[in-house]
């Protein structure tokens, strides 16, 4: 059963809105899933969602919310986004999970981070951010190297890209470098699921081989699924079904279901 989500004011003022999703007949202290959505300039819709329910079916609540920079909320709220990738942005999501917990809906103990694309890199980024909220982090096709954008992948090809980069990401090269998990392992303590296509060209697989090089220097705990011949997300069905068990076990194992 999903439902609507209202998480309250930021400390700037912005209302947030969002979903919950919950296991058939449970609704207190459940191990949860929070799943930011990706873009980040896009917005979570009501509706059916494939890895949504599967997480519920699993016996998993699940908190999403339409963070700032999120669309159909105005020009503002859309814009209090832009240069704050992996700060307010962030916050927002950190701000939804701790209402999932103070409502007693979500047990501040079993909490895990889930995202694809950009919030794939949001699941890492939370994660840094907060080291002792989440028990485990999953990144699915995401971004971890923010600079990496304006070099690897089909944004920096069309004619739009950098434009659009320097317009919602922001051109300081350090608050870059500051925004991008690959270099903040250290502060991590989630151990973290990898998945990746080697063909995809919005995240290129560099992001994902960036971030396993760094996690192996920091000798950090992870698991790796990468397949060949698959690009933004999955689409041949034995893909999907083999990702979807490693998600399964992966939260299973750090959460429970």
Not at 33 to 54: A, E, I, L
Not at 87 to 112: E, F, H, P, R, S
Not at 169 to 191: F, M, W
Not at 211 to 220: F, T
Request: glycine content about 10%; proline content about 4%; hydrophobic content about 35%.
């Amino acid at each position: 059963m999903s439902t609507y989500l209202r998480t309250g004011q930021t400390l700037d003022g912005l209302i947030l809105n969002g979903l919950m999703t919950l296991p058939k007949g449970k609704s207190t202290q459940l191990p949860t899933v929070v799943m930011p959505h990706g873009g980040p300039h896009v917005r979570d819709y009501w509706g059916y969602d494939p890895q949504v329910q599967m997480l519920a079916n699993a016996g998993y609540a699940v908190v999403q919310v339409n963070f700032r920079g999120s669309t159909g909320y105005g020009k503002n709220f859309e814009e209090a986004g832009y240069g704050n990738w992996g700060t307010k942005i962030q916050d927002d999501i950190l701000l939804a999970t701790k209402y999932a917990v103070q409502q007693g809906i979500a047990d501040k103990d079993n909490l895990c981070i889930f995202g694809v694309s950009f919030g794939g890199y949001s699941a890492l980024q939370s994660a840094i951010r907060e080291p002792d909220t989440f028990k485990c982090t999953i990144g699915y096709a995401g971004v971890y190297d923010l600079e990496m954008l304006y070099d690897e992948g089909d944004v920096k090809d069309n004619s739009w890209g950098d434009a659009y980069l320097d317009k919602t990401l922001g051109t300081d090269k350090a608050e870059q470098r500051a925004q991008s998990p690959v270099h903040h392992i250290a502060e991590l303590k989630a151990p973290v699921l990898i998945i990746h296509g080697e063909d995809d060209e919005r995240a290129p697989i560099e992001h994902a081989e960036a971030l396993k090089e760094v996690l192996d220097q920091q000798n950090h705990p992870y698991e790796w699924l990468v397949k060949d011949k698959e690009a933004h997300g999955f689409y041949k069905e034995a893909n999907i079904l083999e990702a979807n068990q490693a998600i399964l076990r992966f939260l299973d194992k750090h959460i429970g279901g």
